[in-house]
T-cell receptor, first 113, second 115 residues
Framework: AQSVTQLGSHVSVSEGALVLLRCNYS??????LFWYVQYPNQGLQLLLK??????LVKGINGFEAEFKKSETSFHLTKPSAHMSDAAEYFC???????????FGTGTRLQVFP | NAGVTQTPKFQVLKTGQSMTLQCAQD?????MSWYRQDPGMGLRLIHY???????DQGEVPNGYNVSRSTTEDFPLRLLSAAPSQTSVYFC??????????????FGPGTRLLVL
């Protein structure tokens, strides 16, 4: 069975500071991993995805994530936070063969001026 | 392309009432899914479909029915609404790239309140 754990339901950073959102996964098969962002009262938008190619994945809005098999992690980072980054972020895993996405419980990012 | 569309955006029901949440996509995607989002629980899969005429249960299917008569549409039916079904519902669709499932695209959501 696959699962995702997101450490920290709330993360607060100052504008310009490093953003680090943590995601650990469990999977018995090579996983596909995703980060989605949700702005208030909106649907989910894909930030980036890992599908067994390069382990460092670059996404939209300056975000990137690194797949580390030895640590079963897929943490999301951004060097410098903007106010517009305030949102909820979800990590998700699938086996790549089905439509089933398993989501983490989400991390709400607050950015202070 | 409109992508994934959902109607209604917001609905209030009384316990025991029935309703259908509509979902449509214009990307010719084979795969469609329904999720519910509840505070602190992320998104949980309700039902999914791998193509017209084929549906299967997800993690939390009880109280919901689905059908897939066309590639484009994947309605979710609540036969007898309960307060526990108060949630935000998201529909998603995805295609395939060289046999592997591609990115899932999400609709804007339907916010349901059951009194």
């Amino acid at each position: 069975a696959q699962s995702v754990t997101q450490l920290g339901s709330h993360v607060s950073v100052s504008e310009g500071a490093l953003v680090l959102l943590r995601c650990n996964y469990s999977s018995s098969v090579p996983p596909y991993l995703f980060w989605y962002v949700q702005y208030p009262n909106q649907g989910l938008q894909l930030l980036l995805k890992y599908t067994s190619a390069a382990t460092l994945v670059k996404g939209i809005n300056g975000f990137e994530a690194e797949f580390k098999k030895s640590e079963t992690s897929f943490h999301l980072t951004k060097p410098s936070a903007h106010m517009s980054d305030a949102a909820e972020y979800f990590c998700a895993v699938s086996d790549g063969n089905t439509d089933k996405l398993i989501f983490g419980t989400g991390t709400r990012l607050q950015v202070f001026p | 392309n409109a992508g994934v569309t959902q109607t209604p955006k917001f609905q209030v029901l009384k316990t025991g009432q029935s309703m259908t949440l509509q979902c449509a996509q214009d990307m010719n995607h084979e795969y469609m899914s329904w999720y519910r989002q509840d505070p602190g629980m992320g998104l949980r899969l309700i039902h999914y479909s791998v193509g017209a005429g084929i549906t299967d249960q997800g993690e939390v299917p009880n109280g919901y029915n689905v059908s897939r008569s066309t590639t484009e549409d994947f309605p979710l039916r609540l036969l007898s609404a309960a307060p526990s079904q108060t949630s935000v519902y998201f529909c998603a669709s995805s295609g395939r790239d060289r046999g592997r499932v591609e990115t899932q695209y999400f609709g804007p959501g339907t916010r349901l309140l059951v009194l």
